[in-house]
């Protein structure tokens, strides 16, 4: 169980970059990209954090 949890979350995790990716060059802020990343992926991290 735990696996399919850490599998699920690396996906998020992967989801969420591309996301900020693609919102970045939407925005132009590429500048911020890799700071906007690490901040979405800690933010994900607390989230399920909580959840368990």
Do not use: G, W
Not at 14 to 26: E, G, N, P, V
Not at 32 to 49: D, H, I, K, M
């Amino acid at each position: 169980m735990q696996e399919i949890q850490i599998k699920v979350y690396i996906c998020k995790v992967k989801l969420t970059i591309l996301f900020c990716m693609a919102d970045s060059k939407k925005q132009k802020l590429n500048k911020s990209l890799p700071y906007n990343t690490v901040a979405a992926a800690l933010a994900e991290q607390r989230r399920l954090a909580q959840n368990r």
